[in-house]
């Protein structure tokens, strides 16, 4: 757990999206606080000063048409929150995740998902990812530039003049938190986090996801982080991976109305992606351009 400082306008405390799952976690249980599932906390560093929190908001099965083959298969709909706190003596300046899924070994066909309707030995393959690009609250700061340049002027036989002009600017910069994305294999996801770079302080404080996979089998997830950090005195990369296990995948019940139920029975069609947008909406994005 982070440090406790006596100054209590520096002191940080963690998220209770954080804090009440890893009180639970820490006791090996399952920790389930409605429909989501904490599946696990890290650190950023040996002090625990920064921290990083995955939870499986919620998970949902149905049918995704590929119009490639004409093939109706089976999909899983994982709504994913990334929670992030920081230390006022350091920031993460930028944050990679990278979220990826394969196969339970050996695993037998998903309960209910129907025909086997993946080749033997293949895993469970990304259809659909968000968010895809977004920037928070942009926030101005003028910048000066000096520019100078050398001038020679001949008088004929009288000689040179020589002299130097120089001359001073401002520009008005704007900058904002950035987040882009990119899909790096068939079952690999990426996102990236970057900080407001003229407040310098740090990324937003957390980041929801989703994505869609074409499965019919259970399967496990894996999450990395790196992350660059800062500090007044120094820098560095910190680095954690971890497992998502199977438990956390599992079809969740409730809360869906029919119309969101018969969005599920089509996860390929834009009135989906539309839904799985506004569920994974970011507060902290005011533009996803």
Request: with cysteine; aromatic share 8%; hydrophobic share 35%.
């Amino acid at each position: 757990m982070p440090e406790q400082h006596s100054n209590p306008a520096m002191e940080v405390s963690l998220p209770s999206t954080i804090l009440v799952p890893l009180l639970a976690a820490q006791s090996g249980e399952l920790s389930t606080i409605g429909n989501a599932t904490f599946a696990g906390c890290h650190s950023l560093d040996s002090a625990n000063d920064l921290l990083v929190s995955t939870t499986i908001s919620d998970v949902r099965y149905g049918h995704y048409y590929d119009a490639a083959d004409g093939v109706e298969r089976d999909a899983c709909l994982v709504i994913v929150k990334f929670d992030f706190s920081q230390h006022f003596r350091k920031r993460i300046k930028h944050l990679t995740i990278q979220l990826s899924f394969s196969p339970v070994p050996t695993a037998d066909p998903m309960p209910g998902s129907g025909a086997a309707n993946l080749a033997p030995g293949s895993g469970p393959e990304i259809r659909l990812y968000e968010p895809v690009f977004g920037r928070g609250q942009p926030s101005s700061a003028t910048v000066a530039f000096e520019t100078s340049a050398g001038i020679s002027v001949g008088l004929g036989s009288t000689g040179v003049i020589k002299g130097d002009i120089h001359r001073s600017s401002e520009r008005e910069h704007s900058a904002s938190a950035r987040l882009s994305s990119f899909q790096e294999t068939t079952d690999t996801v990426c996102w990236r986090v970057q900080e407001n770079r003229h407040e310098k302080d740090g990324i937003p404080p957390g980041l929801n996801c989703a994505v869609v996979l074409r499965a019919n089998a259970p399967f496990v997830g894996s999450v990395a982080f790196t992350a660059q950090v800062r500090s007044a005195f120094w820098k560095y990369t910190g680095r954690r991976t971890a497992l998502i296990e199977s438990k956390h995948f599992r079809n969740r019940t409730g809360g869906l109305s029919e119309a969101e139920h018969d969005l599920l029975r089509h996860m390929e069609r834009d009135e989906f992606g539309d839904w799985v947008k506004e569920q994974t909406r970011n507060a902290w994005v005011v533009s996803e351009h």
